[in-house]
Nanobody
Framework: QVQLVESGGGLVQAGASLRLSCAAS????????MGWFRQAPGKEREFVAR?????????STADSVKGRFTISRDNAKNTVYLQMNSLKPEDTAIYYC??????????????WGQGTQVTVSS
């Protein structure tokens, strides 16, 4: 089993930055990836970013946040980060951290955290 705990959400003004953290505990695998999804009120959960835990850490980011959000990892701490810059009101959502095998789609990952709220005011 893998347990994921997110932190770092909050209320900020448009244009500000936040860094989300996701700490993993329990059993993890080198062939796993971790990443972030978000869900805004009344909308479906959408992919934000993912990064592999092996090798150089292959990362991918949704077009909607590319250039503003950066995903990174610290394998020694079993932690993945999401640096969010130039935040917009439309980034307001609950952000969920997930983990699963790298050869599967992120939406199919079996492990998820409880989520952390990010609210961006205009």
């Amino acid at each position: 089993q893998v347990q994921l705990v997110e932190s770092g959400g909050g209320l900020v003004q448009a244009g500000a930055s936040l860094r989300l953290s996701c700490a993993a505990s329990g059993r993890t695998f080198s062939d796993y990836s971790m990443g972030w999804f978000r869900q805004a009120p009344g909308k479906e959960r959408e992919f934000v970013a993912r990064i592999s835990l092996s090798g150089g850490g292959v990362a991918s980011t949704a077009d909607s946040v590319k250039g503003r959000f950066t995903i990174s990892r610290d394998n020694a701490k079993n932690t993945v980060y999401l640096q969010m810059n130039s935040l917009k009101p439309e980034d307001t959502a609950i952000y969920y951290c997930g983990a699963g095998r790298s050869n599967t789609g992120a939406a199919m990952w079996p492990y998820w955290g409880q989520g952390t709220q990010v609210t961006v005011s205009s």
